[in-house]
């Protein structure tokens, strides 16, 4: 094969430090067909040696592709077709974290080195293929049996089984808020990365669940989700299926008096988040805030208000507002991959990690001083702090930072806060209750019933129910089975994930 062993060796090294799976029969197959040589009878056997040279390039590259954890090409040209190109910009950013550039040209090096040196003393193929026999005896201790389907199944069956009924109005209420606030790309994985996982920003709420899972790693089906939360979790092919009445959060919210308001800090356009958030989530139109100032601009070049300006303006509103009740949903995508300050010149080149941490930070003084704005007046109500996701800050060995294909723990696990406002704080110590159990959206549908029964801040822990660990997209499912994750992506089978594959 001569210098085509380089090629599976770079892939072995790859694959022995689980950063890409192989496929055997596949690589196999391109194996021998790379063995055969194009026979010496032939008239045209250069010409026939130089068409076999561009198959091979083409199928070795393509079953490259195949054997890493990235997106199929199928969704990677669905989403260009849909969404466009992103800003280069934000491709030439995207791109910095792609590979260990510095360890890949180190080993390649070292490895043509040693094929130019001694090819001709000793026999490369022959490894190439031992080397290849490995690899169904490394890949048999990671696969994981039908079980996983069973138990996807199991939890999926079990949150089904529970749902949340609002009875109201709530009592003795003088008018009540509630205010959703889902954020775009914060987990506890990200905030540990840029030094924010213990910021006092979360002493100040009254419920803080530290194992909340937002079950995917993509805006729409996130929002879809938290919009059905009152009848749990659902596998996502169902997110675009019609589901019960009783099952939209604000439908059943409106039910019991309360007036819907939806408002974010963007257009709404990519990814037709307005249009499924309306469709899919039952939500009202919600406000697009085109006369506030611009706080940032996302990685497609739209734009990103100021979340404070956003707040303070629909908070005037609401006081003007006759409705006794008022449930508001707000959408902000301050912190999305690729989001940077309007006044930010060449911000592909600076450091994301420090771009990020800013952003949270100008993210949770704005939230603070809403907080403060509210708790001046006299209304009562309760706010959910309710991240959609993580952003892939860190990434992992299967997946680069950035890219959130695959929904790992450490992008679907993120704060979320709760916060009650003219209330008296009943049964509960300065310092937040905390909920480490597993839990999940029918969590947040829960609390808000027991604020619309009883008015009151005196949840118990025990009484909220729990979730298991289940996490999907359209292209890739985990879940967690007696103490170990497992995944099954685009070959569609099941595959324990190892702890380095995972950090």
């Not at 997106?71 to 950013?93: A, H, M, N, R, T």
């Amino acid at each position: 094969m001569g210098m085509w062993n380089f090629y599976f060796f770079l892939k072995y090294y790859l694959f022995y430090k689980s950063i890409i799976q192989i496929h055997f029969l596949l690589n196999l197959l391109l194996l021998i067909f790379l063995i055969i040589p194009v026979p010496e009878g032939f008239k045209k056997r250069s010409e026939l040696n130089a068409i076999k040279l561009v198959v091979s390039l083409f199928l070795a590259l393509l079953l490259l592709w195949y054997d890493s954890w990235l997106p199929s090409f199928k969704k990677v040209l669905d989403f260009i077709f849909d969404e466009g190109i992103p800003l280069k910009e934000y491709l030439i950013q995207f791109s910095h974290g792609f590979l260990n550039l510095m360890e890949m040209t180190i080993i390649g090096a070292i490895l043509l080195i040693c094929f130019i040196a001694y090819r001709k003393e000793i026999r490369i193929t022959p490894i190439s293929l031992i080397l290849l026999l490995t690899v169904p005896l490394q890949s048999y201790h990671h696969e994981f049996s039908d079980k996983s389907d069973r138990a996807r199944a199991q939890i999926f069956d079990a949150d089904l089984k529970k749902s949340i009924h609002f009875v109201g109005p709530v009592i003795n209420g003088d008018g009540e808020d509630i205010m959703i606030l889902h954020v775009c790309s914060l987990s506890w994985d990200d905030l540990k990365e840029v030094g924010l996982d213990k910021d006092p920003f979360f002493n100040q709420y009254d419920i803080l669940m530290t194992q909340f899972n937002g079950v995917t790693s993509y805006s729409g089906p996130s929002a879809i989700r938290l919009l059905r939360a009152n009848c749990g979790q659902v596998p996502h092919q169902s997110l675009y299926q019609n589901v019960p009445e009783e099952c939209y959060l604000f439908s059943a919210l409106q039910s019991v008096g309360f007036t819907e308001n939806a408002i974010m800090n963007h257009d709404g356009v990519y990814g037709h988040f307005s249009k499924e958030i309306q469709e899919l989530g039952h939500l009202v139109s919600p406000q697009i805030p085109s006369d506030l100032p611009v706080q940032a601009y996302n990685f497609d070049g739209s734009a990103i208000y100021d979340d404070f300006a956003v707040l303070d303006k629909w908070w005037k509103e609401r006081q003007e507002n006759p409705s006794r009740q008022v449930a508001v949903y707000y959408n902000t995508i301050s912190l999305h991959d690729g989001a940077h300050f309007k006044d930010e010149n060449e911000w592909w080149k600076h450091d994301r990690k420090e771009r990020y941490r800013s952003a949270v930070s100008k993210l949770f003084s704005d939230l603070e001083r809403f907080y403060q704005l509210v708790e001046s007046t006299n209304r009562r109500g309760i706010i959910l702090f309710v991240p959609e996701h993580g952003m892939a800050l860190r990434g992992s060995r299967i997946q680069v930072a950035g890219l959130r294909e695959i929904p790992l723990p450490q992008i679907t696990t993120v704060p979320v806060g709760i916060k009650y406002f003219g209330i008296k704080k009943s049964h509960r110590d300065i310092q937040p209750l905390i909920v480490s159990k597993p839990v999940s959206y029918l969590a947040l549908s829960f609390l808000i019933s027991q604020f619309i029964k009883t008015g009151l801040n005196d949840t118990d822990a025990s009484q909220i129910p729990e979730t298991d660990f289940m996490s999907e997209n359209d292209g890739a499912k985990v879940v967690k089975y007696e103490g170990e994750f497992y995944i099954n992506a685009k070959d569609k089978q099941w595959k324990k994930l190892t702890s380095e594959q995972m950090n």
